[in-house]
């Protein structure tokens, strides 16, 4: 079964940069699409961005698209999420997450059920 651990998370201005990682455990980390999600003050969950197990195909919530990229390194067992021009609205609890099923290249956003325990993000001046 594959735990995740995110990290990164910070206190940033506004129009900065930062890099978030979540690192699974077991050898079956690279067979799962995986995402990242975020939830905010008194909002739901929400999703952000996902890429298949292989990295070649990736979804981007239209609130962050242009500014965030989602990669992974299967080598390593960790994805990650690079979020550039941050804003203040993205200031919340960033989770990764993994998909329901191996293999599976269909990413829509309620197909991920295995959570991280998340990291922090504050865009704030």
């Known amino acids: 079964q594959v735990q995740l651990v995110e990290s990164g998370g910070g206190l940033v201005q506004p129009g900065g940069s930062l890099k978030l990682s979540c690192e699974g455990s077991?050898?079956?980390?690279?067979?799962?699409?995986m995402a990242w999600f975020r939830q905010a003050p008194g909002k739901e969950r929400e999703f952000v961005a996902a890429?298949?197990?292989?990295?070649?195909?990736?979804e981007y919530a239209d609130s962050v698209k242009g500014r965030f990229t989602i990669f992974r390194d299967n080598n390593a067992n960790t994805m990650y999420l690079r979020m550039n021009n941050l804003k203040p609205e993205d200031t919340a609890v960033y989770y990764c997450?993994?998909?329901?099923?191996?293999?599976?290249?269909?990413?829509?956003?309620?197909?991920?059920?295995?959570w991280g325990q998340g990291t922090q993000v504050t865009v704030s001046s």
């Open positions: 077991g050898r079956t980390f690279g067979t799962y699409a």
């Open positions: 997450a993994k998909h329901n099923s191996a293999y599976n290249d269909y990413i829509k956003p309620h197909l991920f059920a295995s």
């Open positions: 890429v298949t197990w292989s990295g070649h195909k990736t």
